[in-house]
């Protein structure tokens, strides 16, 4: 189905765990070429939010659209299921990939496998096809060279370019990172967001947590800033991190501008 709205859309969405209300109502829409950073205090819900876009969490208020089509839908009870089954929710969800904060490479599998393993697993590709793609994706993160190399070989930012790569692969028309420098070394967040801002120039449509202010007010189309599982603020970077309008938003930023 073609749609000419935002990519992603959050409606409402909400969620829980327990007695605990991570997600208090979001709205949040993402359009092509856009690329939104979520900022706030640890335990705001930013990470939620993020794996509730892509279903590795149920939501269970609200709604969450991707180009227009319902991903899942807000049951009666707490767990969220599509009326037409999981099979929907893979192909509603196709348009997205996620980077992950961990990495999450397989540790018995070398560089390319990793990078083919969605594709053939996922996507049922052919081998052949899976590799020409994956050689590519691993190019572009500058990586083709430790193709047959296991992650433990690595460091964590060569590590996370496979990440970024095995996402890529998938060519993605929204791409979710999660906090994707925080579990590297300080030496090594550089060459991370090097690539990061690379796809923003290329035109990637991204949604990113992450705790890199500056990247964030040099990057972003828009900032939304989060606490207490609702969004406080949102709007051009420009704006957002020169003039913040709430207490909460201002003493955030203190430490940083
Ligand atoms: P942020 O990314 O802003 O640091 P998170 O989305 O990780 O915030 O966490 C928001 C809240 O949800 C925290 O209170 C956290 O403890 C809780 N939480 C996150 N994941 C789970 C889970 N799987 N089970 C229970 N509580 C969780």
């Given at each position: 189905m073609?749609?000419?709205?935002?990519?992603?859309?959050?409606?409402?969405?909400g969620?829980?765990?327990?007695?605990n209300?991570?997600l208090?109502?979001?709205?949040?829409?993402?359009?092509?070429?856009?690329i939104?950073?979520l900022?706030?205090?640890?335990?705001?819900?930013?990470?939620?939010?993020?794996?509730?876009m892509?279903?590795?969490?149920?939501?269970?208020e609200?709604e969450i659209?991707?180009?227009?089509q319902l991903?899942?839908?807000?049951g009666?009870g707490r767990e969220?299921?599509?009326?037409?089954?999981a099979?929907?929710?893979a192909e509603?969800?196709r348009?997205?990939?996620m980077?992950?904060?961990?990495?999450?490479?397989w540790p018995?599998?070398t560089?390319?496998e990793?990078?083919?393993?969605?594709?053939?697993?996922g996507?049922?590709?052919s081998?052949?096809?899976?590799?020409?793609?994956?050689?590519?994706?691993?190019?572009?993160v500058?990586m083709?060279?430790?193709a047959?190399a296991?992650?433990a070989?690595l460091?964590?930012?060569q590590?996370q370019r496979?990440g970024?790569?095995?996402?890529?692969?998938?060519e993605?028309e929204l791409?979710?990172?999660d906090?994707?420098?925080?579990a590297?070394?300080?030496?090594r967040?550089?060459?991370?967001l090097?690539?990061?801002?690379?796809?923003?120039?290329?035109?990637?449509?991204?949604?990113?947590?992450?705790?890199?202010?500056?990247f964030?007010?040099?990057?972003?189309s828009?900032?939304?800033?989060?606490?207490?599982?609702?969004v406080?603020?949102?709007?051009?970077?420009a704006?957002?991190?020169r003039?913040?309008?709430?207490?909460?938003l201002?003493?955030f930023?203190?430490?940083?501008?």
């Amino acid at each position: 189905m073609m749609s000419n709205g935002p990519i992603l859309e959050l409606r409402n969405v909400g969620k829980s765990f327990g007695s605990n209300r991570v997600l208090a109502g979001i709205n949040l829409a993402v359009n092509a070429g856009e690329i939104v950073t979520l900022i706030g205090p640890s335990g705001s819900g930013k990470t939620t939010a993020l794996r509730c876009m892509n279903f590795l969490e149920a939501y269970d208020e609200g709604e969450i659209l991707i180009k227009g089509q319902l991903l899942g839908y807000s049951g009666t009870g707490r767990e969220l299921k599509h009326r037409d089954g999981a099979g929907l929710i893979a192909e509603v969800r196709r348009p997205l990939a996620m980077v992950f904060q961990q990495f999450n490479l397989w540790p018995h599998l070398t560089v390319l496998e990793n990078v083919c393993a969605p594709l053939v697993l996922g996507k049922k590709m052919s081998r052949d096809d899976a590799r020409k793609k994956a050689t590519a994706a691993l190019a572009q993160v500058g990586m083709l060279e430790k193709a047959q190399a296991r992650p433990a070989r690595l460091s964590g930012g060569q590590q996370q370019r496979v990440g970024i790569a095995r996402a890529l692969a998938l060519e993605p028309e929204l791409l979710l990172l999660d906090e994707p420098t925080s579990a590297l070394d300080p030496e090594r967040v550089e060459e991370v967001l090097d690539v990061i801002k690379a796809l923003a120039n290329n035109g990637m449509t991204m949604v990113m947590v992450t705790h890199e202010m500056s990247f964030a007010a040099k990057i972003s189309s828009r900032v939304v800033f989060m606490a207490d599982g609702s969004v406080i603020e949102s709007g051009a970077p420009a704006t957002l991190f020169r003039q913040p309008q709430t207490e909460r938003l201002k003493s955030f930023l203190a430490p940083w501008f």
